[in-house]
Nanobody, 125 residues
Framework: QLQLVESGGGLVHPGGSLRLSCAAS????????IGWWRQAPGKTREAVSC????????YYADSVKGRFTISRDKASKRVYLQMDSLNPEDTAVYYC??????????????????WGQGTQVNVSS
């Protein structure tokens, strides 16, 4: 069974940057669409971004467009989420998930065959 591990979270000041990483154990990420979701305290889980296997589909939530960039690195077999211009509203636990699909309506609540444990991102002055 695919197992995902997130890393790269931490505390950053408003306007700062972080890069989250999603890696897999036991199996490669290469055959899965990978998505990042986040959940802030007291809020429902929110889809952030996804990237398809062939890199032909990439989606971003409106709240992060122009600030976040998702990418795949085949050499390291990781998916990254580069987060720039962070603001306190970005504070959340960020989860990477794997599924067969990244395309229109990917941000439905039933997306995601497997998930990592999450990494905490705190944006605060």
């Amino acid at each position: 069974q695919l197992q995902l591990v997130e890393s790269g979270g931490g505390l950053v000041h408003p306007g700062g940057s972080l890069r989250l990483s999603c890696a897999a154990s036991r199996f490669s990420l290469d055959t899965y669409a990978i998505g990042w979701w986040r959940q802030a305290p007291g809020k429902t889980r929110e889809a952030v971004s996804c990237i398809s296997v062939k890199l032909d589909n990439i989606y971003y939530a409106d709240s992060v467009k122009g600030r976040f960039t998702i990418s795949r690195d085949k050499a390291s077999k990781r998916v990254y989420l580069q987060m720039d211009s962070l603001n306190p509203e970005d504070t959340a636990v960020y989860y990477c998930g794997a599924d067969a699909y990244c395309g229109p309506y990917w941000d439905q609540s039933d997306w995601g065959e497997t998930w990592g444990q999450g990494t905490q991102v705190n944006v605060s002055s």
